[in-house]
Nanobody
Framework: HVQLAESGGGLVQSGGSLRLSCVVS????????MGWYRQVPGKQRELVAS???????NYADSVKGRFTLSRDNGKRILDLQMNSLKPEDTAIYYC?????????WGQGTQVTVSS
């Protein structure tokens, strides 16, 4: 039974920083893609950043230069360092794992950036 446990969300002022963490437990294939997505009410869930099995990282244009994704394969942890946060970054952030076509989502963590 695969579970994704997210942490690190909260309330921060514009220009501040937060670090999100996602820990994967359970049996998954050794080669898998991980990523962070976010969603605001009334809008589709969108990609923030993802990392492929071979380490290629992809960022949404809106977060390039501000967010940094890092992955610890041994501990199966995916971190998202978010700097220079803006009010438009306010959303529920979700961790996602794609393991051989099987998709797993975390429960989400709220990030709120005040102006």
């Amino acid at each position: 039974h695969v579970q994704l446990a997210e942490s690190g969300g909260g309330l921060v002022q514009s220009g501040g920083s937060l670090r999100l963490s996602c820990v994967v437990s359970g049996r998954i294939f050794s080669s898998y893609v991980m990523g962070w997505y976010r969603q605001v009410p009334g809008k589709q869930r969108e990609l923030v950043a993802s990392v492929s099995a071979d380490g290629m990282i992809n960022y949404a244009d809106s977060v390039k230069g501000r967010f940094t994704l890092s992955r610890d394969n041994g501990k199966r942890i995916l971190d998202l360092q978010m700097n220079s946060l803006k009010p438009e970054d306010t959303a529920i952030y979700y961790c996602k794992v794609n393991s051989a076509g099987l998709i797993y989502w975390g429960q989400g963590t709220q990030v709120t950036v005040s102006s």
